[in-house]
């Protein structure tokens, strides 16, 4: 009798693959980081434009005749190729502090899936391995992100999860959506909303303090995904601060950067006076200046705005991983005592990723249970 070994999707997530140190433990977006992960630009692409999911994700910006002419599948090769280089660049500074990378496992992205409810014809990518994991403490979450095509893409990262379990890490995942159509809603200006009907939010929606957690209430995070959190955390002493208002479309984190306790990065063409959450309203506040238009044409219709230089990685209190093009950024955070080491990501804007979005910080060294507002 012959026995088969299977190995199971995404454990394998290569043979130099590093051991995890311990638990996760991260609970704040600044404190000296010890463990990441980096995401991977192979096997990348643009999940079906016409799927109602991937517009309001990718292109809620435009209307439906816009949209007509948005061509999903496979990226240029040579950006996937040149990003792989940034990447390993990164990686290889990373490590040069002293910080331990893992990496996703190969995932092929290209193969289509489906539910009861819809078919999906692709996955999209592993480049941001922050956008559907949130770290909080010793606690991996699995968060419910609204995009079809992404359901699955976790499937690289589970080895090391798997690791990270065995490890001593709490392991949770946020009820799985069902991401029916009726989830999606056409608003009077004919473009599509998130709604309400299930709790869907992705974790780049949030940022880490402490016992503080802010959540962008968004097209990529609805209320009823802040309620599900709240509903986890706060039975541990976790406040989840709702950010309403501030920015419509994905992601809190070209919007508002924790450069470290007391100091705080804000996008000037997004919050105001008004609207800066209130817990943030006693730090010292340091205005973006103009971002420096760099990069790449590689599509007609990036996945980010240009704010993606403010998306920066703090490995440190003090030392920050910055877009080398944003020489007006890197010099305000150099006033402020923030050492900046300049990286380079070529295609960051296409791929709708920057330095915080392509890692995730799994061990950093400041303790959960903080309270940086008390
Ligand atoms: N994931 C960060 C994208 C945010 C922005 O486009 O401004």
Redesign the pocket.
């Known amino acids: 009798m012959t026995t088969t070994t299977v190995q199971p999707v995404g454990a394998d997530y290569g043979t130099d693959a590093p051991a995890v140190g311990g638990p996760v433990s991260s609970a704040d977006e600044f404190s000296t980081l010890r463990e990441v992960v980096v995401g991977r630009a192979s096997g990348a692409r643009i999940p079906n434009p016409q799927d109602i999911s991937t517009w309001l994700a990718l292109y809620s910006h435009l209307d439906s005749k816009q949209l007509a002419g948005i061509e999903g599948g496979e990226l240029p090769a040579y950006v996937l190729e040149e990003t792989e280089e940034d990447l390993e660049v990164l990686v290889e500074s990373l490590r040069g502090l002293g910080v331990v990378v893992h990496r996703p496992a190969d995932v092929d992205h290209a193969r289509p899936f489906s539910t009861p409810h819809w078919e999906s014809t692709s996955g999209m990518y592993s480049y941001?391995p922050r956008?559907l994991t949130l770290i909080v403490g010793d606690t991996i979450i699995e968060t419910p992100s609204s995009v079809r095509a992404r359901y699955h893409e976790l499937d690289g990262l589970r080895g090391l999860f798997h690791r990270y379990l065995r490890a001593g890490s709490r392991w949770v995942s946020a009820p799985k959506p069902q991401l029916r159509d009726e989830l999606y809603e056409i608003g009077a200006d004919k473009l599509p909303a998130l709604g309400e009907l299930e709790p869907a939010f992705e974790a780049?929606n949030v940022l880490r303090c402490g016992l503080d957690l802010f959540y962008q209430v968004s097209s990529s995070g609805n209320e009823f995904g802040r309620i599900w959190l709240e509903s986890l955390l706060a039975p541990r002493g976790y406040r989840v601060h709702p950010v309403r208002d501030v920015?419509p479309?994905?992601?809190l984190?070209?919007?508002i950067s924790l450069i470290r306790p007391g100091l705080v990065l804000l996008n000037p063409e997004r919050v105001t006076e008004d609207n800066i959450p209130d817990a943030l309203r006693r730090w010292d506040r340091l205005w973006c200046p103009p971002m420096r238009q760099v990069g790449s044409h590689a599509t007609a219709q990036p996945?980010?705005?240009p704010?993606?230089g403010m998306?920066l990685l703090m490995v440190a209190p003090d030392l920050a991983i910055v877009d080398a093009a944003q020489h007006e950024l890197i010099a305000a955070l150099e006033r402020h005592g923030v050492g900046v080491l300049p990286h380079t990501l070529r295609h960051g804007q296409v791929l709708?990723?920057?330095f915080h979005?392509v890692t995730l910080d799994t061990v950093r060294d400041a303790p959960a249970g903080i309270d940086y507002f008390a």
Do not use: E, I, K, V
């Open positions: 941001c956008d780049a920015y479309f994905t992601h984190d070209s919007t996945l980010s705005s704010w993606l998306n709708g990723g920057g979005c």
